[in-house]
């Protein structure tokens, strides 16, 4: 014990003898608030190089304790404002930290890149507001957990940005009947502009009219209207080349109409469309397609084409579906080196065929059924991967080595004794650092096994915690939960469906680096479970600093009552929105 603390304490020594510009080198590695922890009061001299240093300061945080931020704002923020370069925040707890950041975010005038998720529509108002004159802001990203209702407002606020090239936005905003009046003066500066929120096609025209410089558009929510499309366009968007359209209901004629109107130009189209209408067959139309790219899009270089639609709805067998897809197989498309392949698999709500384009660039990959195995595509830019099947999985021809991020379907049908073989022939588990489990096939001892070999997941999403009949005291004493505990890196843990408290206790057991837990509590178990995770494992759980609890809105008040009378925390934020309940202390 006393060599490793001599050891301990020399290596220190060495790192505290190097030069100050090779530490500031190794600070600019870092994340500035985890130097900040590491560093700040560990003595004078690195309390000094952090105060008087003038490397830029960019906050990326996933998890931090409300007083360490607290501390972190005064100490080493708030006199240097203008040395903040980007803010990132990314977890329920931005609902809170957020509120206390807005009070200074106007004197940012260094800030270029902003980025926060989980913030509460309330806020967003006065976030823009904060931001409006901050004369380098060039990227904006924005994701709430609830819904807007002043659209038009919120668009206009964000297209006024002096700097703004980069938008992007996660917030689903409330229809009304009024529209985005069209841009006359005034337009924007952004050139990537990408909405996973709901546009409607009747909308289209008037948001584009603000971004005359747009290079880059993505759709990812975009949808027919029961409006008519008006008369009235905007200017033609001569910069633009790429263009992203993730759509539902919008008939092809139309689609046409609006790649006419705006988007001749491109030299890169993904396009991805659900089509549960007796039309689905005019996307699946290859001539239609060729003589659209012949006369429409002569530039286009890049193709990324999906569709999906319900076999039982169109009434067609798959001999009929295989004739269209053959179509795709011309000299045309081939040319071009633009391949497709199809494949059906079953789901509750009936047969389903998706059609889709190869593509070696591709960053995510969805292996349905086995008839996803028919490709013969380099994987390796494949960094998120979707599985449906587990016999396609086992006979998959390829390997994706790069895969980062797994999510298992719900429609996953477990084999268990050959899973783990057949997972680990397929990605490389050690480079796993995201894990969604929608499958509830999965007993507990499974996911213990998957967790053993895979020690670099920070983020296990799980549907359920099924535990069968093994009580929990045996499971707990095992030598594999006991590794899994000692080993596992497990940050962030979601669990979807109800648990009762011994299951909080069993996973909070096991993930003992758990720093934001995410759970949709039984009512009647409410204040026990917060009674465990603020009081009773306060010390075993000293990561801990953040839960959201999903389905219990309602209950907000009650969790207030019981922190307070039962003094469990003196300082924390409690928000609700969504139905969700937001504490972070």
Request: glycine residues 2%.
């Amino acid at each position: 014990m006393h060599q490793i603390k001599r050891c301990k304490i020399k290596h220190s020594n060495s790192f505290e003898n190097l030069s100050n510009e090779i530490i500031y080198d190794i600070f600019e590695y870092l994340n500035s608030h985890h130097v900040y922890e590491s560093f700040f009061n560990l003595n004078q001299r690195f309390q000094n190089l952090l105060i008087r240093s003038n490397l830029p300061i960019r906050i990326h945080i996933s998890s931090i304790t409300k007083p360490t931020f607290h501390n972190y704002i005064n100490d080493l923020i708030k006199p240097h404002l203008n040395r903040v370069e980007s803010i990132q925040f990314s977890n329920s707890f931005a609902a809170g930290m957020s509120t206390d950041l807005l009070l200074i975010m106007n004197n940012f005038i260094q800030l270029k890149t902003l980025i926060i998720h989980d913030i509460l529509s309330v806020d967003i108002d006065r976030l823009l507001d904060a931001i409006s004159y901050l004369p380098h802001l060039t990227s904006l990203t924005i994701a709430s957990v609830d819904e807007i209702k002043q659209s038009i407002e919120f668009y206009q606020k964000i297209f006024h940005l002096p700097a703004l090239k980069y938008f992007e936005t996660k917030i689903e905003i409330t229809k009304f009947d009024e529209w985005l009046p069209f841009a006359t003066d005034r337009f924007s500066s952004i050139e990537t502009l990408i909405l996973h929120n709901e546009i409607e096609f009747d909308e289209i025209d008037s948001l584009l009219s603000y971004v005359p410089k747009l290079r880059h558009l993505s759709l990812n929510k975009f949808k027919m209207s029961y409006r008519k499309r008006g008369q009235q366009r905007a200017s033609t968007l001569i910069h633009l080349t790429s263009v992203c359209c993730r759509m539902s209901g919008i008939e092809f004629d139309d689609f046409k109409l609006l790649i006419h109107d705006y988007f001749t130009q491109i030299s890169r189209l993904t396009f991805s469309n659900e089509c549960f209408s007796n039309y689905f067959s005019q996307y699946l139309n290859a001539d239609e397609w060729e003589q659209l790219i012949s006369t429409t899009l002569p530039n286009l270089r890049i193709f990324n084409f999906e569709q999906q639609f319900r076999i039982w709805f169109a009434q067609i067998d798959q001999h009929i579906i295989d004739n269209y897809v053959k179509k795709f197989n011309s000299i045309f498309w081939s040319s071009r080196q633009w391949f497709f392949n199809c494949c059906y698999f079953s789901t509750s709500f009936g047969e389903l065929a998706y059609l889709y384009s190869a593509n070696p660039y591709r960053h995510i990959f969805i292996i349905y059924n086995e008839t996803s195995n028919q490709i013969n595509e380099n994987m390796n830019s494949v960094k998120q991967l979707y599985i449906h099947s587990s016999e396609a999985m086992r006979t998959f021809p390829t390997c994706f080595s790069n895969v980062t991020q797994v999510t298992l379907s719900s429609r996953f049908n477990l084999k268990r004794n050959t899973f783990l073989n057949d997972f680990s022939h397929l990605i490389s588990l050690r480079n796993l650092t995201e894990l969604t489990l929608n499958c509830d096939r999965f007993h507990f001892e499974q996911i213990l096994e998957l967790l053993s070999y895979s020690p670099n997941i920070h983020t296990l999403n799980l549907n359920t915690l099924p535990l069968g009949r093994t009580k929990f005291t045996v499971i707990q004493q095992t030598d594999l939960f006991r590794l899994v505990s000692n080993t596992n890196m497990i940050s962030h843990l979601t669990i979807r469906q109800l648990i009762r408290l011994k299951k909080v206790q069993l996973i909070t057991a096991l993930c003992c680096r758990l720093e934001c837990l995410t759970v949709n509590v039984a009512n009647d178990d409410l204040k026990p479970i917060i009674r465990y995770l603020l009081f009773k494992c306060e010390k075993k759980k000293r990561y801990l600093s953040s839960i959201c609890f999903t389905k219990c809105s309602r209950f907000t008040e009650d969790i207030q009552r019981v922190i307070s009378n039962e003094q469990l925390l003196d300082n924390y934020t409690l928000n609700s929105a969504n139905g969700k309940v937001f504490l972070w202390w």
